[in-house]
Nanobody, 126 residues
């Protein structure tokens, strides 16, 4: 499985960006998906996750109310809509596939995910 993340770039404080994660296989629709990020000098952290059907989502407290995760299983794609961006959102963003198929609970640890995209850089300038 290959995951291709895109949509990163530079935005001003308060601006918006939409990230996309395209999967190479249709089977990804059987798995939960997540977005993580890693800022310079910091550990990778969970941002948002979505169950395979899209019925369950979960967000880190730091992005709750500003970011929205969604998926289109017909297009094998997961999205992360980021609004009201803040300087602390600056990071490389990674999409990942949960290692467990058919799960309904969104998992938040990096160890729970087995396939990762290459990352896309988001820079928020003030």
């Amino acid at each position: 499985v290959q995951l291709q993340a895109s949509g990163g770039g530079t935005a001003q404080v308060g601006g918006s960006l939409r990230l996309s994660c395209a999967a190479s296989e249709r089977t990804v629709s059987s798995y939960g998906m997540g977005w993580f990020r890693q800022a310079p000098g910091k550990e990778r952290e969970f941002v948002a996750g979505i169950s395979r059907s899209g019925g369950n989502t979960y967000y880190a407290d730091s992005v709750k109310g500003r970011f929205t995760i969604s998926r289109d299983n017909g297009k094998n794609t997961v999205y992360l809509q980021m609004n009201s961006l803040e300087p602390d959102d600056t990071a490389v963003y990674y999409c990942a596939r949960d290692s467990r198929p058919w799960g309904t609970v969104v998992r938040t640890t990096a160890q729970s995910y087995d396939y990762w995209g290459q990352g896309t850089l988001v820079t928020v300038s003030s």
